[in-house]
């Protein structure tokens, strides 16, 4: 399974779009989300055998989504990732609500260099 395909299916239940780089729908609450960084985590006999993949998670609301930030983490927590960091931002031109968070994911699944 893709990262891209893991991440919208383990935040499918929350019941709100969930889109790769940007979102071009009419729903005020929605989650975006990408990969940032990609590397090589654990090595053996000089071959990559686990690489890490940090992801952000964006979630974007024209009103609180305390609730949909507690959702994203436990989901996303329960499949493995593992939280860095957060903030929150408003972006003023769009008056949207905006939380950043940082994860990573640990991948055995796909070396095979």
């Known amino acids: 399974m893709s990262l891209n395909k893991l991440i919208i299916d383990t935040l499918k239940p929350i019941g709100i779009p969930v889109a790769l780089l940007t979102y071009t ?27 890490r993949h940090s992801i952000q998670i964006d979630v974007w609301s024209k009103g609180n989504y305390v609730d949909v930030v507690k959702q994203v983490k436990k989901l996303l927590k329960e499949q493995g990732f593992s939280r860095v960091t957060a903030h929150e931002l408003y972006e003023d031109d769009t008056k949207i609500f905006h939380k ?14």
């Open 25 to 51: 729908g009419t729903a005020t609450t929605y989650i975006t989300f990408f990969q940032y960084n990609e590397m090589g985590v654990v090595f053996a006999e000089d071959s990559e055998q686990e690489t």
């Open 100 to 113: 950043v968070m940082q994860f990573y994911y640990d991948d055995q699944s796909e070396i095979n260099l």
